[in-house]
């Protein structure tokens, strides 16, 4: 079974500095995984993905993850945060090797940028 | 707009009434799938289908789900018998089945359907 554990509910940022914000997965194949904002009461925005290739992946709004296998990690990164940033952010993992298209989202965390 | 649509956005109904949902993907997807989101959780997975074939249900779609994608096109959900443990928001998603020679794309959202049952 796949699963996706985003170990930190909330995470807090200085605007300026740079955040990251953690997801970890478990899969029996090779991961696709995937990276979604939600801002209030909206439906999920693409950031980014991994399928294959470069572990360092970039994607919209300056956000960018890189892909660790050895420590099936697929954390979130951006340089400099935002006021605009803060929404909730899922991680999101599909086993490859599971002949299924579902994916498996993790609970969420939620982004607070302190001006 | 060219995104994934859904209707209605809100939908208030009495425990026991049916309801259903509607979302029309972006036009050239031929994937469609149907999550649940409650509130302080990740979307789950109910339902997939490629073109106008349900390939795929999870086991949190009871007997009082049913979702069509009749032509291929837009796609409904149907609630049977609401219950109190309904009430969610429903998100519908597309993708296309394949892109630059990968079989898997990702799913663009739509704003999804909020479900509260009284």
């Known amino acids: 079974a796949q699963s996706v554990a985003q170990p930190e509910d909330q995470v807090n940022v200085a605007e300026g500095n740079p955040l990251t914000v953690k997801c970890t997965y478990s899969v029996s194949g090779n991961p696709y995984l995937f990276w979604y904002v939600q801002y209030p009461n909206r439906g999920l925005q693409f950031l980014l993905k991994?399928?294959?290739?470069?572990?360092l992946v970039k994607g919209s709004y300056g956000f960018e993850a890189e892909f660790n296998k050895s420590q099936t990690s697929f954390h979130l990164k951006k340089p400099s945060a935002l006021v605009s940033d803060p929404a909730l952010y899922f991680c999101a993992v599909r086993d490859s090797g599971a002949g299924s298209y579902q994916l498996t989202f993790g609970k969420g965390t939620k982004l607070s940028v302190i001006p | 707009d060219t995104g994934v649509s859904q209707d209605p956005r809100h939908k208030i109904t009495k425990r026991g009434q049916n309801v259903t949902f509607r979302c029309d993907p972006i036009s050239e997807h031929n994937r469609l799938y149907w999550y649940r989101q409650t509130l302080g959780q990740g979307p789950e997975f109910l339902t997939y289908?490629?073109?106008?074939?349900?390939?795929?249900k999870s086991r949190l779609l009871s007997d009082r789900f049913s979702a069509e994608r009749p032509k291929g096109s837009f796609s409904t959900l149907e609630i049977q018998r609401t219950e109190q443990g309904d009430s969610a928001m429903y998100l519908c998603?597309?993708?296309?089945?394949?892109?630059?020679?990968?079989?898997?794309?990702?799913?663009?959202f739509g704003q999804g359907t909020r479900l509260t049952v009284v």
């Open positions: 289908f490629q073109n106008e074939a349900q390939l795929e």
């Open positions: 991994y399928i294959t290739g470069d572990n």
């Open positions: 998603a597309s993708s296309l089945a394949r892109q630059g020679g990968l079989y898997y794309t990702e799913a663009f």
